[in-house]
């Protein structure tokens, strides 16, 4: 049973502290990174994994060693997250003894209750647009924050509409840039309700 989640988002990650039966959640407690990259890691400075992982380590146990020893927590991150940088979060927590440790993007806590949909979100890195059946993620497309338009986006939807033979999906976003916006806007809020009830219905 998860008892406390932490978010990932760009330059800070913020802390929740969930009760048994997932009715409250605490507020919101947001510890910004020092010296220390956001996650997903900017390409150039992903090249010590050691080095990395390291700096995580002392952040993680600077700011929650006595806060989730023992603690099942669940790591909600970008996602673009790659499976290196999946595996530094998971043993940073480790480190601090914490009890169990589950990864999942924001793409896949958007919407809980629409069985066919497409998720879209944003990190420093690129512009993710998955396609889900119910819990499960079937394809996912990223695209380069940088140069990305909201014109690509569509295309890369369409792309995967025809692909499945789908049309007319619902759509739904969360941190997209003004300008790249498309579909149905999931709110901080949102995400919170979403997965409060993701964690009643798995326990």
């Given at each position: 049973m998860i008892s406390v989640?932490?978010?990932?988002?760009?330059?800070?990650?913020?802390?929740?502290?969930?009760?048994?039966?997932?009715?409250t959640f605490s507020e919101p407690e947001d510890l910004l990174f020092v010296e220390l990259p956001s996650i997903p890691y900017v390409q150039n400075f992903f090249q010590d994994f050691n080095f990395t992982c390291e700096k995580l380590k002392q952040f993680v146990k600077k700011y929650f060693s006595k806060k989730i020893v023992k603690e099942n927590v669940l790591c909600v991150v970008p996602c673009d997250t790659t499976a290196?940088?999946?595996?530094?979060?998971?043993?940073?927590?480790?480190?601090?003894?914490?009890?169990?440790?589950t990864i999942v993007t924001y793409n896949g806590l958007?919407?809980?209750?629409?069985?066919?949909?497409?998720?879209?979100?944003?990190?420093?890195?690129?512009?993710?647009?998955?396609?889900?059946?119910?819990?499960?993620?079937?394809?996912?497309?990223?695209?380069?924050?940088?140069t990305v338009s909201k014109e690509e986006i569509i295309f890369s939807i369409r792309q995967i509409e025809?692909?499945?033979?789908?049309?007319g999906t619902p759509i739904f976003y969360f941190n997209l840039p003004p300008n790249l916006k498309i579909g149905t806007e999931i709110t901080d809020g949102g995400l919170i309700a979403n997965i409060r009830n993701i964690l009643t219905n798995k326990n």
């Open positions: 989640i932490v978010w990932f988002g760009n330059n800070k990650l913020t802390f929740q502290r969930v009760n048994k039966k997932y009715r290196n940088e999946k595996k530094i979060i998971c043993e940073s927590f480790e480190s601090i003894f914490a009890k169990n440790i958007l919407v809980d209750s629409i069985e066919s949909r497409m998720c879209i979100s944003a990190s420093q890195r690129s512009v993710t647009i998955s396609y889900f059946i119910n819990a499960t993620e079937i394809d996912k497309v990223h695209l380069n924050i940088a025809s692909k499945f033979q789908l049309q």
